[in-house]
């Protein structure tokens, strides 16, 4: 079982900085990718000292102590991990659904002739443009009828149900007095119902990732996917005792439960403290598991059942959606279970001409 690790603290964002990517390293090579790429993105953006420099500190310190807690056994919190590096939640979700949503350029006159009229229309009416003219509603209506149908578990959305997929019946043709409802209204009320719907969605991801994933989960990836071991930490030359000091003003003013909160089984993992009350010694942490290669298996399976593939259908119309599914292998029967299936006779051979039917 692993055991907290008692780092320093960083003090400065470069040290800050290099800590993330260490931790980010000891991810799965396929989830590495963008973990790393948040991280440096994050450090460029904000790498001028400004006001808000104490805020981000405490965030990113708080974002490593997660990464670390997910790397020494912590399933919640590295499930949330995997679910924003694939896009399931967070911004690389936001990302996706704007790709998803965004409406393809026209490829030829006709489509171009259309486009045209289509915003004619809509000059030409008491209406703006605004941002539901720009979304490809077919492509997001396609998409919520096949994740329906799919039946996901554990998403960390809310189940798309039918209404969902026909937002139109959302729009009352009469307002509370009976009288026709007017179209200011009756559009947001068109915009909100679409933008449930895409809240609600798993947007899809490329090809080449999703396979990937698939192949991992499989079994049929053979190579590195495993994330590497950690390195054992620095240690001094000469041996030093660890100076402890109580800290009575703490539990002077304050709760008991809350100054031991920290070092409790539950923090552990997520605070490093180290527990000196016990007369036993520092106490193991709970909800603390062993990574091996078949429970990161069922990790990433997890995550690949709430993945779409979505491409254009090969006809022409339509589009083509695939999502994850693991093949279930019941597992092999042992020696000592096998005994008491050897007394049983052979299953009997089914005829070969099949039932007739009876002439009437």
Known sequence: ?????????????LHLYRQLLREASYLPPIARPYIDKQIKTGFRKHQKHDAKDAQRMRQGKHDLRVLRAANLGDLVRMRRVLLRAFGRMGRRRRELMADLLKKPPPTNTEEL???????SSISSGDRDADWLDAWDTEKLRALAKSQMAAGLINTPKPPITVSNIKPEQAVPAENS????????????KLKNAWKLVADKCMPPLPREEWQALGDIVEG????????????????????????????WEA???????AVDRPANRRNKLLTGAVDDNTPTGDPEPINCHRY?????????????????????HPAGKGWSIAWGKPKFEPAKATKGALEFFSSLPEPAEPPKGGRKRKQS
């Open 220 to 247: 049929v990836v053979k190579g590195r996917w495993l994330p590497p071991p950690r390195r054992p930490l620095a240690q001094p030359l000469a041996p030093q005792e660890p100076m402890r000091r109580w800290d």
């Open 292 to 312: 091996t290669p078949r429970l990161w298996r069922r990790l990433l399976g997890g995550i690949w059942q709430l993945t779409p593939v979505m491409e254009p």
């Open 1 to 13: 079982m692993s055991r907290p690790l008692h780092i320093p603290s960083p003090q400065t964002p």
């Open 177 to 188: 007095w009976g009288r026709p409802l007017h179209p200011k209204p009756a559009r947001t």
């Open 251 to 257: 539990y002077a003013v304050k709760p008991v439960a």
């Open 113 to 119: 002739a259309k486009l045209a009229a289509n915003v």
